[in-house]
Nanobody, 126 residues
Framework: QVQLVESGGGSVQAGGSLRLSCAASGLTYRSYCMGWFRQNPGKEREGVAAILPGGSLAYYADSVKGRFAISRDISKNTLYLQMNSLKPEDTAMYYC???????????????????WGQGTQVTVSS
């Protein structure tokens, strides 16, 4: 079984940076695509980024390309999301998640992910 715990959220001003972390436990983390998603109240959860098991390739939503970077440290069983040049529209609860299948197409598409953390709140003020 996989347990995911996010941390690193907080409040920042526009233009600032945050790094989110997601600690994974369970042996079935390393061979799976991992992703970051975000959600605001009353809105659908949306994909932000996804990364292949080896960390060699990642995919991003157009809204965050060039500003966010997803990475993973296999030795620490940890997933990261470096967020730079933050905008007020980045405000959301951020979740990490594990793909349902391995191997997979590894895109930040909601239906492909089946294991979720509890989330960490990011608030960006203008």
């Amino acid at each position: 079984q996989v347990q995911l715990v996010e941390s690193g959220g907080g409040s920042v001003q526009a233009g600032g940076s945050l790094r989110l972390s997601c600690a994974a436990s369970g042996l079935t983390y390393r061979s799976y695509c991992m992703g970051w998603f975000r959600q605001n109240p009353g809105k659908e959860r949306e994909g932000v980024a996804a990364i292949l098991p080896g960390g060699s390739l990642a995919y991003y939503a157009d809204s965050v390309k060039g500003r966010f970077a997803i990475s993973r440290d296999i030795s620490k069983n940890t997933l990261y999301l470096q967020m730079n040049s933050l905008k007020p529209e980045d405000t959301a609860m951020y979740y990490c998640a594990r793909d349902r299948r391995a191997p997979s197409r590894c895109r930040p598409w909601l239906g492909d992910f089946g294991f979720w953390g509890q989330g960490t709140q990011v608030t960006v003020s203008s």
